[in-house]
C-alpha cells in the first residue's frame, strides 16, 4: 500500500477535546500504522500490524483490508473506525510520551 497522508482533525459540534491525551490530528500510514498528534502537542507512531494480524484481532481483523484501514477516523480525540473499532487515547498518549511509538499487540 502506498503511503498515504489523510490528516483528519476532530470535528464534533459542540465538544471541545480539551483533555492532553485526546488525538487532535490522525494520519494513516502504510504498513497498519498511524501517525497521531495529541492536544498537548506530542505526537508519535502506531504501529496496528500485529494486532491485526492476530490470530484473535476480533474488530481490528477487518483492518486487515488497507482500505478499510484508512478509513481511520477521529470520534471525539480518539481514532475509531466505521466497523466500531477503536483506540484508547490515554495508553496511545502514555506509550507514544514514553518512547515515540505505540506498538499495539
Given at each position: 500500500?502506498?503511503?498515504?497522508?489523510?490528516?483528519?482533525?476532530?470535528?464534533?459540534?459542540?465538544?471541545?477535546p480539551?483533555?492532553?491525551?485526546?488525538?487532535?490530528t490522525?494520519q494513516?500510514?502504510?504498513?497498519w500504522?498511524?501517525?497521531?498528534?495529541?492536544?498537548?502537542?506530542?505526537?508519535?507512531l502506531?504501529?496496528?500490524?500485529?494486532?491485526?494480524?492476530?490470530?484473535?484481532a476480533?474488530?481490528?481483523?477487518?483492518?486487515?483490508?488497507?482500505?478499510?484501514?484508512?478509513?481511520?477516523y477521529?470520534?471525539?480525540?480518539a481514532?475509531?473506525?466505521?466497523?466500531?473499532?477503536d483506540?484508547a487515547?490515554?495508553?496511545?498518549?502514555?506509550?507514544i510520551?514514553?518512547?515515540?511509538?505505540?506498538?499495539?499487540?
Amino acid at each position: 500500500m502506498p503511503s498515504q497522508t489523510i490528516t483528519q482533525a476532530d470535528q464534533a459540534l459542540g465538544v471541545i477535546p480539551a483533555a492532553p491525551w485526546r488525538v487532535k490530528t490522525v494520519q494513516v500510514l502504510s504498513e497498519w500504522r498511524l501517525s497521531v498528534t495529541f492536544n498537548d502537542g506530542v505526537s508519535g507512531l502506531v504501529d496496528l500490524s500485529e494486532a491485526i494480524h492476530a490470530p484473535d484481532a476480533g474488530l481490528l481483523a477487518e483492518l486487515k483490508d488497507e482500505s478499510y484501514f484508512a478509513l481511520a477516523y477521529l470520534d471525539y480525540g480518539a481514532v475509531a473506525w466505521p466497523n466500531g473499532a477503536d483506540l484508547a487515547p490515554e495508553a496511545m498518549h502514555d506509550a507514544i510520551q514514553e518512547t515515540g511509538i505505540w506498538r499495539v499487540e
